[in-house]
């Protein structure tokens, strides 16, 4: 049974950072496009941030230069380290895998098929 499930997380104040940690279990972690999604009372589920299986990454202009994804494969584990956060990036963070696929081709949170509970980031001004 694919499992992931999120870790991390908290309240910080605005300028300051936080990491985020997802643990992916009941599948082959290596093989498949891994993201972060984020949603907000305002936007929806966003995808944040993506990583492919050969670790190239991609992300939603609004946090490039400031966030970075990452992944573990023998520890079947994703990171997201947040710098530089501000206030518009509170949110329910979310890991979501696209088992199936090596590479992020999609953006939009239909396509992935696997979730985990979320984690709620909150940044203060």
């Known amino acids: 049974q694919v499992q992931v499930v999120e870790s991390g997380g908290g309240s910080v104040q605005a300028g300051g950072s936080l990491g985020l940690s997802c643990a992916a279990s009941?599948?082959?972690?290596?093989?498949?496009?891994m993201a972060w999604f984020r949603q907000t009372p305002g936007k929806g589920r966003e995808g944040v941030a993506f990583i492919d299986k050969d670790g190239s990454t991609r992300y939603t202009d609004s946090v490039k230069g400031r966030f970075t994804i990452s992944r573990d494969n023998a520890k079947k584990t994703l990171f997201l380290q947040m710098d530089s956060l501000k206030p518009e990036d509170t949110g329910l963070y979310y890991c979501?895998?696209?088992?199936?696929?090596?590479?992020?081709?999609?953006?939009?949170?239909?396509?992935?098929?696997?979730w985990g509970q979320g984690t709620q980031v909150t940044v203060s001004s």
């Open positions: 979501a895998a696209l088992v199936g696929r090596a590479v992020c081709e999609e953006s939009s949170h239909w396509a992935y098929n696997f």
């Open positions: 009941g599948y082959t972690y290596s093989r498949h496009c």
